[in-house]
């Protein structure tokens, strides 16, 4: 992902996250509320998976505000032990305006997606492009976001999601 992002330091309090399924399309949205705004970009960062997966990132002023996971990837793994990693501060990402093109609203980007769950489905990581080594931000009370050395988005952590509607629980 060639997409600039850089880590800021929070403005106020860590923003508190919502999770919403879709029963009858399977979206997983996640909103980030009481996040301050930056300077930068204003729109949508599309990830388009080869497989036809496809996740979009709602940014606003600049700032990460939400996920919508549309379309999951063919390559969803259960984990017997998903460590969720330490994050390094907490902080947001912040996406820069393009200077080639300040008024674009949407951006495209073909990489590979791949989701990997614990057996509850209550730890969600979406990795972004093939693994690699990447700086841990949490963002919100329950999303910590990926980042590699070149400041690209390399992976988003959902924690302490909700099950999806329709499934039943047994003891």
Same mark, same amino acid.
């Given at each position: 992902m060639s997409f600039e992002?850089?880590?800021e330091p929070?403005?106020?309090?860590?923003?508190k996250v919502s999770y919403r399924w879709d029963p009858e399309?399977?979206?997983l949205s996640v909103a980030c509320k009481g996040v301050a705004k930056a300077t930068g970009f204003d729109g949508t960062v599309d990830l388009e998976g080869d497989d036809?997966?496809?996740?979009? %990132?709602? +940014?606003v002023g600049?700032?990460?505000?939400?996920v919508e996971v549309v379309s999951w990837p063919d390559d969803v793994r259960t984990l017997d032990a998903l460590a969720v990693p330490e994050p390094m501060k907490d902080g947001r990402v912040v996406f820069a305006s393009r200077k080639s093109q300040p008024d674009v609203a949407a951006v495209e980007v073909d990489t590979a %997606?791949? +989701?990997?769950?614990?057996?509850t489905e209550s730890v969600l990581h979406v990795r972004v492009?093939?693994?690699r080594i990447a700086t841990v931000v949490r963002i919100a009370d329950h999303v910590l976001v990926e980042l590699d050395k070149q400041s690209r988005l390399a992976g988003l952590w959902f924690l302490e999601?909700?099950?999806?509607p329709n499934v039943e629980v047994t003891a």
């Open positions: 992002t850089r880590i929070l403005d106020g309090k860590l923003p399309t399977d979206i036809g997966s496809f996740v979009l %990132l709602d +940014v600049g700032v990460l505000r939400g %997606l791949t +989701v990997e769950k614990n057996h492009g093939r693994m999601v909700p099950p999806f």
